[in-house]
């Protein structure tokens, strides 16, 4: 039931289709902007949903891979990045 009122992580911004997020990469610097469709992109494992990205700088060629697990009702409870990393939505240029 808790989770039904859980904030947003600070990192992610939420659209009714989907979840934006901004990732630097730890090379370069290059901030791409991802958008995770919450419909075709995420995959239900068990009571969560899941998703993989990999992310490629299209300056720089960069790349980076983003893996996200939300709840059910689309809130971020976990999301990594290898080769970079999340910015706060407040740092979004």
């Not at 996200?68 to 689309?74: A, E």
Request: aromatic fraction near 6%.
């Amino acid at each position: 039931m808790l989770g039904m009122f859980r904030r947003q992580d600070p990192r992610f911004r939420e659209d009714p289709n989907a979840l934006h997020c901004q990732v630097r990469t730890a090379r370069n610097g290059e901030v791409i902007k991802v958008r995770l469709s919450k419909t075709s992109e995420m995959s239900l494992q068990g009571n969560a949903y899941f998703v993989r990205k990999s992310l490629v700088g299209p300056k720089t060629l960069d790349n980076a891979t983003l893996e996200v697990t939300t709840t059910r009702s689309h809130k971020v409870t976990l999301a990594t990045v290898d080769g970079g990393e999340l910015l706060s939505v407040r740092d979004w240029e």
